[in-house]
């Protein structure tokens, strides 16, 4: 049974833990080379899980969705890991960092003559009637130059700089900053993609596991899923994105040069509250939600085991096709053939072959019409049609304003740590009738020993 004993213990062994700089060291390292993870590999909110089957096949991409690698910045242990790396910080900041501020305006310790003959630099001075020095005429001559310095009885205690001892509490306070901006963003943004044809529109809508947009209850219109933290304390916008039109730009040899689309966000009342045609790295900004241009192109409407996508059509020798890998060796290549019926759509048709690694032989499977399905084995292929979609990529990153104050603190810290701090003492040995004085500096000495040898020389010369 736990006493006031056995808790104060685990509170203490918590707190000596979770304060440890090692234990802050490796979180860091593993937070940064998850992150790289996270940041080559390609979000499944973000580009679709057909895409991640296209680039992978089934297997692989099975395997990494179990692990998490598939969306890793909304993982249960990416979330672990931030949690207990804020944990640490914060425990880290309280209980080493912050305290020692102190020191930054603490007087040094008095020191007696045995002491100051033992410092770093040091001389004695003789006192007799003729010259005119005394400790108020070095305290004098050390305010002029920037010291802070007191007399007690027959001793001097001056003392500059020390600001350099904030630096670490100042950068603490900007990642504590950005750890607090993290946590907001982690617990209340979000991130996703739609692709939508011309006067269509999407709203924003938690579907749970799925990644596929669908149908909303108006014409038109979609739910676009999002992608958050399993632990999420936000909320989704209402409003309905509309792309009003959109088109692309090419370069006279027909390559694409740009892709444009002209975005309106309509409130409940399809009233319009923003309009913007956005292109790539220029975002439509709306009320903490960003929207981005990600791509454009022609897209087949397909369906892989139930599983409704819009895949991009690739152009291969002359063909217009899309690869889907099964397994290392083996895939699947979906042929859009135009019908040799002038009154339906061109890729009403979709022609399926089996291709394998290294060989041109391919295996024709069999073809599915526009709006059907057909089996191959254990996987049921539905096609549904071509169009021009216009690909969107929006996220919420309501902490993102702590970041540029966050970063702030952090390099005005580096810089105050660059300082140092400068202490001299003097003290009066009446019987010998000198005055020894010493200091003493916990850097860049050299500079200090130079000041220190000018300090004394002008306490000679105007005696």
């Not at 490796?26 to 979000?43: V, Y």
């Not at 998490?68 to 425990?91: E, K, M, Q």
């Not at 001389?123 to 108020?136: I, P, S, V």
Request: with cysteine.
């Amino acid at each position: 049974m736990l006493n006031k004993k056995n808790i104060h213990q685990i509170k203490q062994l918590f707190i000596e833990e979770f304060s440890s700089v090692k234990l802050a060291i490796t979180l860091f390292i593993f937070l940064a080379i998850t992150t790289l993870i996270g940041t080559i590999l390609p979000e499944e909110p973000m580009v679709g899980s057909l895409e991640l089957i296209k680039r992978y096949g089934r297997q692989k991409y099975l395997i990494l969705k179990s692990l998490g690698l598939t969306d890793v910045f909304h993982s249960w242990w990416y979330l672990a890991l931030l949690t207990t790396l804020g944990i640490n910080l914060i425990v880290a900041s309280f209980k080493r960092v912050f305290p020692r501020a102190y020191i930054a305006f603490q007087w040094p310790m008095e020191l007696r003559e045995e002491s100051i003959k033992k410092l770093p630099i040091n001389c004695e001075l003789d006192l007799n009637d003729k010259n005119n020095l005394n400790l108020n005429k070095i305290e004098s001559s050390l305010r002029k130059k920037r010291y802070k310095a007191k007399i007690n009885n027959k001793s001097l205690i001056a003392v500059k700089g020390g600001w350099h001892r904030l630096g670490a509490s100042v950068t603490h306070v900007g990642i504590l900053t950005l750890l607090i901006g993290c946590a907001v963003s982690t617990l209340t943004g979000f991130n996703g993609m739609a692709q939508i044809s011309e006067n269509e529109g999407f709203y924003l809508a938690d579907l749970g596991q799925s990644t596929t947009q669908i149908k909303s209850t108006e014409e038109r219109n979609w739910l676009a899923p999002i992608s958050k933290m399993p632990i999420w304390l936000g909320k989704i916008p209402p409003y309905l994105v509309n792309v009003n039109k959109t088109w692309r730009e090419d370069y006279e040899t027909g390559q694409p040069k740009q892709w444009y689309t002209d975005l309106s966000i309509l409130d409940q009342n399809k009233n319009v509250l923003a309009r913007k045609t956005i292109h790539v790295n220029d975002p439509l900004e709306f009320m903490g939600l960003d929207i981005y241009q990600s791509n454009w192109g022609k897209f087949a409407q397909i369906s892989f085991n139930s599983e409704n996508a819009s895949v991009p059509v690739e152009t291969f020798m002359g063909e217009e096709v899309i690869f889907l890998p099964l397994s290392d060796d083996i895939g699947i290549k979906l042929k859009l053939v135009q019908t040799q019926d002038q009154n339906t759509n061109q890729g009403d048709v979709l022609e399926l072959y089996s291709i394998f690694k290294d060989s041109p032989i391919q295996k024709f499977l069999g073809k599915v019409n526009v709006n059907q399905k057909t089996q191959i084995g254990p996987m049921n292929i539905g096609y549904f049609g071509t169009n021009i979609l216009t690909g969107l990529q929006f996220k919420s990153n309501p902490g993102g304003f702590l970041i540029y104050p966050g970063l702030f603190f952090i390099i005005c810290g580096v810089f105050i740590a660059f300082g140092s701090k400068k202490q001299i003492w003097a003290s009066i040995n009446a019987e010998n009738n000198k005055i020894i004085i010493g200091g003493n500096s916990d850097r860049a000495k050299g500079k200090f020993f130079e000041e220190f040898e000018k300090l004394i020389s002008e306490l000679i010369q105007n005696k």
